[in-house]
C-alpha cells in the first residue's frame, strides 16, 4: 500500500497519449506513472500496459479488484471517468481516485494541492 506520511508519491494516469487525462479506469489499457515530490515537482517515472476490466459496460467485480492491484504503489490515481466499483477496489487497496480530464499538468497540479490540503489533518 501506499505510504501516506511521505511527501513522495506516484500518481496513475490513465491516458493514451501521455499529455492528457482521457481514459475510463475500466477501458484504459496504459497508465503513466508520475512520482511527485511536494517540494520539488514530478518525473514521469514508467508506462504501465494493463488489461482493460470493462468490456461494453459491463465488468466482473473480482476483475476490478484485481486490476487494482496494479496500482498498490500509488497514492492517487487519475482518470478521465471512474464506475463505482473501480472507486470502491482502489479505495479498498487504499488509493484516492480522481476523475479530472484535461492535461496531465493540470491533474497533477489540482492532485498535489489536494494533497497539500490532507497533510493539513495529519
Known amino acids: ?10 500518481v496513475a494516469v490513465a491516458s493514451t497519449d501521455g499529455e492528457t487525462v482521457n481514459q475510463h479506469y ?15 515537482g514530478y518525473d514521469l517515472v514508467e508506462e504501465r500496459n494493463v488489461e482493460p476490466v470493462c468490456m461494453d459496460g459491463s465488468h466482473i467485480v473480482s476483475k476490478m ?6 496500482f498498490t504503489d500509488c497514492r492517487y490515481i487519475v482518470v478521465s471517468r471512474l464506475g463505482s466499483a473501480a472507486g470502491a477496489a482502489l479505495t479498498a487497496q487504499g488509493i484516492t481516485a480522481m476523475e479530472l480530464p484535461g492535461s496531465i499538468d493540470e491533474a497533477i497540479l489540482r492532485v ?5 490540503v490532507q497533510g493539513l489533518f495529519k
Open 65 to 70: 479488484e484485481q486490476s487494482a492491484l496494479n
Open 26 to 40: 475500466g477501458r484504459a489499457s496504459k497508465f503513466y506513472i508520475y512520482s511527485v515530490d511536494d517540494e520539488e
Open 1 to 10: 500500500m501506499a505510504d501516506t506520511k511521505s511527501r513522495t508519491y506516484r
Open 112 to 116: 498535489w494541492k489536494y494533497n497539500r
